[in-house]
């Protein structure tokens, strides 16, 4: 079982929590109110420090019922080795300016295996049937 442990920064916080059983993420919570203004973003706290099992990191990842409204998150890895306040930057890409309310669901974390792993410079990569062929090159033409 996996284990992830939350430290609270602000007594107001709200842990980290999964709506059902097998829930792949865990849906994090705003600290304070906020409103994004349509076309921009905000960093939205949460008032929460993560710490990951050895191996493991986290990915945010948006809410489905925000993605529908138009509203992403952005920038969203946290590393095993990150203490520090988890913080959201949501981006509002509708028309209208965004309100969250304190307590509010603002994302989901999913957690990740942090492989280790090294970089090695090389003269040359093997060829593939995709070779160097970049956006749209395996779709319709």
Known sequence: M????VKKLHPDARIPASAHPGDLGCDLFSLEPVTIPHGG????????ALKFPDGWGGIVKDRSSMAVA????????IDA?????????LRNESGND????????????????????????????????????????TGPR
Do not use: C, N
């Open 98 to 137: 965004y309100s969250i309310k304190a307590g509010d669901k603002i994302a989901q974390i999913v957690p990740l295996r942090a492989e280790q792993w090294v970089v090695d410079e090389v003269p040359d990569l093997d060829d593939t049937t995709r070779s160097s062929g970049g956006f749209g090159s």
């Open 70 to 77: 138009r509203i992403y998150t952005a920038g969203g890895v």
């Open 81 to 89: 080795g990150y203490r520090g306040e988890v913080k959201i930057i």
């Open 41 to 48: 973003q905000a960093l939205v706290r949460t008032g929460v």
């Open 2 to 5: 996996f284990h992830l442990k």
